[in-house]
């Protein structure tokens, strides 16, 4: 039985790295809900969020770890683990979409980023796998006719799918020698997968290691992929991201537009802001969508590549 009284990440922070300005930021929240006699929840782990009913429940406060959520492919999926993102994404719609008032929920696949950072592609690519499992959700969870799901990137990665492998190729392994074009000037094997700059690069050596002799298994999820040049963080890249919608107002989202674009998409589709006399009319075809407008729904992630993978 998982003891589910005592959140031990609380108590480190209420001593070691507690707030210095001494709030209790969870009992505040609980409080509040409190006093206006509304039905809440607090949970921590696995077996908590799992037991919450959600359609009993108005107010969900989850926190799960001290800092971010660990990686899809390290997660704890016990009683005292934490859920994954199509799960959050699973309870959170269920409470929300119960307000007759519609609602929005933003939801971040943030580690794609991390591993991204780290060189370790395979972490971000099951982050990645985890995120379409959540826009699945979502999808799933909700009517077309009345939600608007934008899914995006706040930017990509110097991360790039290369080297012309052969179809089928396994894309965390190495470039089929046979079917390289040419052939590396240093003699070594090279994976699909490479990054422009990161951690991935040895500078006590030749500048990167060979997969095929120095790494045992290039499907290992802490397998740091050649880089370029020597960063201890791989960074952000500078291109454009994709951006992909489906629901009311979604033939907005189209082309290539300015990232501020996005944000008066969605408060013109939500009839929210001050544009808003398309929200009134009723005998044109775009009122038509906007009657039915009750909700709006974002998804984010972090690197646009992995979506074609
Ligand atoms: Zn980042």
């Not at 006699?37 to 429940?57: Q, R």
């Amino acid at each position: 039985m998982t003891n589910t009284s005592v959140d031990p990440e609380t108590k480190k922070v209420n001593s070691a790295k507690g707030r210095r300005d001494g709030l209790d930021l969870i009992q505040m929240w609980k409080l509040d809900k409190e006093e206006r006699g509304a039905s809440y929840k607090y949970v921590w782990n696995n077996s908590d969020f799992n037991a919450i009913d959600p359609f009993k429940t108005d107010y969900l406060l989850g926190l799960f770890q001290q800092d971010h959520l660990d990686y899809e492919l390290e997660r704890d999926q016990s009683d005292k683990g934490e859920p994954s993102l199509p799960e959050l994404v699973r309870k959170a719609i269920q409470i929300l979409s119960k307000n007759d008032n519609g609602f929005f929920l933003m939801v971040e696949g943030g580690r794609i980023d991390h591993g991204h950072h780290d060189g370790k592609a395979k972490k971000a690519l099951y982050e990645t796998l985890s995120m379409e499992d959540a826009v699945r959700e979502a999808v799933a969870l909700t009517d077309e006719k009345e939600t608007l799901i934008v899914v995006t990137a706040d930017h990509s990665h110097v991360f790039n799918i290369a080297g012309y492998p052969k179809r089928g190729n396994d894309i965390l392994g190495v470039v089929d020698p046979l079917f390289r074009q040419w052939y590396p000037l240093d003699g070594k094997a090279y994976t699909t997968l490479l990054y422009a700059n990161g951690p991935g690069f040895n500078t006590s050596g030749s500048g990167r290691t060979d997969p095929l002799e120095e790494v045992d298994d290039l499907h290992d999820k802490d397998y740091v992929r050649n880089s370029g040049v020597p960063l201890k963080s791989e960074t952000h890249g500078g291109e454009d991201v994709a951006i992909y919608a489906k629901g009311p107002m979604a033939h907005l989202i189209h082309g290539v537009q300015e990232q501020h674009y996005v944000a008066h998409v969605m408060a013109y589709a939500s009839c929210v802001g001050l544009n808003k006399d398309h929200c009134r009319q009723t005998n044109t075809a775009s009122s038509l969508h906007n009657n039915f407008i009750n909700s709006c729904f974002i998804l984010l992630y972090s690197l646009v590549y992995s979506i074609i993978l």
